[in-house]
Each structure stands twice: as structure tokens, then as C-alpha cells.
T-cell receptor, first 109, second 111 residues
């Protein structure tokens, strides 16, 4: 299909790691992105990975890219209440960005 | 600091009225985009522009129009507002990496 797919919900206990998964469609995508949306706000770029990379780490965030399976994941270490948000996976395609429907991350106390 | 702003942040209008949502960016980005966000649909692209005088239709362009007379602004016009256009609208601009930077959104209600 042509959609970027990700699960709609994820619940994680505070302090645990969160892993949000995504499958994309275009093997020629140059960039893959993770955006975060907090309630009542716009989308904020969290991180992006160039398609020739397998992994990118930035503090508590780790992005893994499996080009063969067109699979992208975002790992948040030591999940905190401030991480509660909707996370969007996206791929670059024809000078545009195609977004998934977003994964709502819920933090359990 | 460079930024992208949208106005108004909230708007209530009546069916049939013309509505214009403003988007202004100070990054000097060539590419600008309008999306609507609805439950169950995620973000859907309405219109986009790659530069002054350039406009293109996205996947849900019916009932909407844009114009690009300068680099900084891409106003979105609803010619005759319909209840189906009640949504949250986001404007974005992108740099050379295609990374998009989003405005804070406009919540539009059409009664």
C-alpha cells in the first residue's frame, strides 16, 4: 500500500523504555522522521535519519532503520510523564512528507 | 528567532462563508504546506507551494485555495465553508532536507 503504518496506541510505565514502530512504503525515501505532538500544539520535529544510516542516537532517543523491511522504530529510554504525546512517523517522498496516523503514547505511573 | 505563525488560532464561522487562514514564516523557506488534522485520518495535505507564484493540490484540495505572492506567506482560503471542513489546520515550511517545521495550528469550527 501507499500508507505509512504505525500502531495507534502504546502504554508504558514511567521509567521503562518505549518503542514505537513504523513501516513505510517508499524504498527511495531520502529521509525518515519522527515528530512529536503535544495536546493543543503543532508537530515538533524530534529527530530524522538519513536513509543510508542504520541507527541514530540523541540522548534518550534511539532511531533504528531497517531498509530491507522498510521498518523504522523510535526508542525512548527512561520514559517520563513529559513524553506523553502523539508520535508521528513520516517519510520524504517527491519533495513532500507522508505521515503516519500517529501513535498515542500513554505513560502509566 | 525565525518562526512560523498562524492566525487566527481559533475561528468559528457559518456554513457558506469565505474564510482565510493566515500562515507566515520567517525562515525564508521556499516550500510551504497546509494540512488538516482529523481523528482517524492523521495529517492530510491540502495544498503546497514550492515558491512564489507556485501552488499545487494535495490529496484533499476540494473547497480550498492558496496563493503565494511572497516567500513568507501562504494564506489558505475556504471559498464557501462547509461543516465537513471543521478541523485543525496546520501550516508548515521546509528546508533543503525536506524537514518540515509546523505552526501552532488553527482550530476551525463551521456551524
Amino acid at each position: 500500500g501507499e500508507d505509512v503504518e504505525q500502531s495507534l496506541f502504546l502504554s508504558v510505565r514511567e521509567g521503562d523504555s518505549s518503542v514505537i514502530n513504523c513501516t513505510y512504503t517508499d524504498s527511495s525515501s531520502t529521509y525518515l522522521y519522527w515528530y512529536k505532538q503535544e495536546p493543543g500544539a503543532g508537530l515538533q520535529l524530534l529527530t530524522y535519519i538519513f536513509s543510508n544510516m542504520d541507527m541514530k542516537q540523541d540522548q534518550r532517543l534511539t532511531v533504528l532503520l531497517n531498509k530491507k523491511d522498510k521498518h523504522l522504530s523510535l526508542r525512548i529510554a527512561d520514559t517520563q510523564t513529559g513524553d506523553s504525546a502523539i508520535y508521528f512517523c513520516a517519510e520524504s517522498r517527491d519533495d513532500k512528507i507522508i505521515f503516519g496516523k500517529g501513535t498515542r503514547l500513554h505513560i502509566l505511573p | 528567532d525565525a518562526e512560523i505563525t498562524q492566525s487566527p488560532r481559533h475561528k468559528i464561522t457559518e456554513t457558506g462563508r469565505q474564510v482565510t487562514l493566515a500562515c507566515h514564516q520567517t525562515w525564508n523557506h521556499n516550500n510551504m504546506f497546509w494540512y488538516r488534522q482529523d481523528l482517524g485520518h492523521g495529517l492530510r495535505l491540502i495544498h503546497y507551494s514550492y515558491g512564489v507564484q507556485d501552488t499545487n493540490k494535495g490529496e484533499v484540495s476540494d473547497g480550498y485555495s492558496v496563493s503565494r505572492s511572497n516567500t513568507e506567506d501562504l494564506p489558505l482560503t475556504l471559498e464557501s465553508a462547509a461543516s465537513s471542513q471543521t478541523s485543525v489546520y496546520f501550516c508548515a515550511s521546509s528546508d533543503h532536507t525536506d524537514t518540515q517545521y509546523f505552526g501552532p495550528g488553527t482550530r476551525l469550527t463551521v456551524l
